[in-house]
């Protein structure tokens, strides 16, 4: 008989791509995926801890669990709650004591395990106790990719595949080295291997992930390492695959190979996360980043003279301990240098058990709220300004998904920009019969003009089809 799991995703990309995973290594045990935790026998929140407020989201939704948990038991059904990610990671033990509720807590590098976990929880419900208490926190020297499946569902034209884990730069703000462990990186054949299957299914975008996926260095088959600018290279050569992404890049990263990967392989796309954090060189150096600002230009440049028409977005912390007004105007002055597509800014979080959480020097709230409303008032204004400079311009759009408009479909243009576009009244031999005459348009590649740029998205008038 088959069950139901369901599984709530937070966080990022990465997160994203284990919890497909996840759902693959539990279909041959029998359980399908479920959009709804109602009447689901598991339910697994993969967690993120990088911002308080991360955390803390996930334990008021263990408390609504926890009601259809016991309501389920009234009506004698189980349900596991499974914690699972880097909230499990960095407090698992402490998470059980503070919600009874949990069955299991699993760490981002154990996840293949999850059918013996499942396995051990049942046997202590059977035992007759109201909640497992399954704990699986490990590092395991032969790592997930081995043991993982990979033959999720075709679910859109554009994929994610983790080609690198772990990090090893501990910048003093970040949780991450210790809740995803040292840097990995897969081997170039299972990488290729992977994308080729997903190309097979119809995708035709792929993003690389990695916490550090520049720093990418995975055996290339031949004795000896590739690069993350050799690996696009391997990947280009698969047929069909037309737009190759990565993300999320470090500044001190950015090699010859890569920066040359965008001037010469037409599938890897104008468009670069490249986060800097701030623009204070003292700043820069508390937070442990390994960099300068006039380092941070020079990248940058580097890779406007490869591939002038690149687009950047770049992550920010406001208000790190001891920011003074003068490092947050070095901030605005990085930001109005580099000229962003758009950008994400925060206010810093101490979290517990890194080197920032325990400077004297913290940052009032307040502060940080006056920093934060300028900083990303700047870079609202920059992202309007590019959209804006979009219109009149003819791109490439990948339709991936339905807009709220009757023969509306959303895609993304080669910056990342959302892009609108009506092709309901297309003149073309793509067109099914039936209630929604535009479904051929949905996963191709069109080429349209862009008449409309908001802050948010683009809208966009049909040329032609391409793919
Ligand atoms: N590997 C990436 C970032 C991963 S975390 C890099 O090297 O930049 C994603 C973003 O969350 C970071 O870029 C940072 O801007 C933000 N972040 C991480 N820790 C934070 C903290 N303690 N407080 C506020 N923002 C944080
Ligand atoms: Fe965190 Fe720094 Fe590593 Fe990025 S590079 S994941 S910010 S420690
Ligand atoms: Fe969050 Fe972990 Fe990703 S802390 S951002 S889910 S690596």
Request: aromatic letters at 6%; proline letters at 5%.
């Amino acid at each position: 008989m088959s069950k139901k799991v369901h599984i709530k995703t937070y966080g990022c990309q990465m997160n994203v791509y284990d919890s497909k995973r996840m759902a693959d290594v539990l279909k041959p045990h029998g359980y399908e995926v479920s959009e709804s935790a109602d009447d689901a026998d598991l339910v697994i929140l993969n967690t993120c801890h990088i911002r308080e407020k991360a955390a803390e989201k996930v334990y008021s939704e263990i408390g609504r669990l926890r009601a259809t948990k016991d309501e389920m038991a009234a009506e004698g059904k189980n349900m596991f709650i499974a914690v699972a990610g880097c909230v499990a990671q960095a407090e698992g033990p402490e998470m059980m004591r503070r919600a009874p509720a949990i069955d299991m807590v699993l760490g981002p590098q154990t996840y293949h395990r999850l059918p013996d976990m499942l396995k051990a929880a049942e046997e202590q419900r059977t035992g007759g106790r109201k909640s497992a208490r399954v704990l699986d926190t490990d590092f395991p020297v032969d790592t997930k990719f081995d043991h993982l499946p990979t033959d999720s569902d075709f679910d859109g034209p554009a994929a994610f595949l983790t080609v690198q884990e772990g990090c090893d730069k501990f910048c003093t703000f970040c949780v991450v080295p210790y809740t995803r462990g040292a840097e990995y990186s897969r081997p170039v054949a299972d990488i290729v291997a992977e994308a080729t299957r997903l190309v097979a299914k119809g995708v035709v975008e792929i993003t690389l992930l990695g916490q550090n996926v520049n720093a990418y260095h995975g055996d290339d088959g031949q004795g000896g390492t590739a690069s993350l600018g050799a690996l696009i290279r391997a990947l280009d050569a698969i047929d069909g695959l037309e737009r190759i992404r990565y993300t999320t890049s470090h500044p001190r990263d950015m090699d010859d190979e890569l920066v040359f990967a965008h001037r010469d392989v037409a599938s890897c796309m104008p468009y670069l996360h490249l986060p800097v954090q701030s623009g204070s060189d003292r700043i820069l150096d508390a937070m442990n980043r390994k960099h300068t600002r006039e380092e941070y230009f020079a990248v940058v440049d580097r890779l406007r003279a490869a591939r002038p028409d690149l687009a950047l977005s770049s992550d920010f912390i406001v208000g790190f301990p001891g920011e003074t007004d003068e490092d947050f105007e070095a901030t605005l002055d990085l930001v109005r240098r580099v000229n962003y597509a758009q950008a994400y800014s925060f206010k810093y979080s101490p979290r517990p058990g890194t080197p920032a959480s325990v400077i004297e020097d913290q940052v009032p709230e307040d502060v940080k709220s006056e920093r934060l409303a300028r900083l990303q008032a700047l870079i609202n204004e920059q992202q309007v300004a590019f959209n804006e400079a979009s219109i009149g311009k003819t791109m490439d759009v990948l339709l991936e998904r339905e807009g709220k408009m009757p023969g509306q479909l959303i895609g993304r243009s080669p910056y990342l920009q959302s892009v609108h576009v009506d092709v309901s009244k297309a003149d073309n031999a793509l067109d099914a019969a039936g209630d929604k005459p535009y479904s051929g348009y949905m996963g191709k590649m069109v080429r349209v003009m862009i008449v409309e740029g908001g802050p948010n998205s683009l809208k966009g008038e049909l040329v032609s089809t391409l793919h």
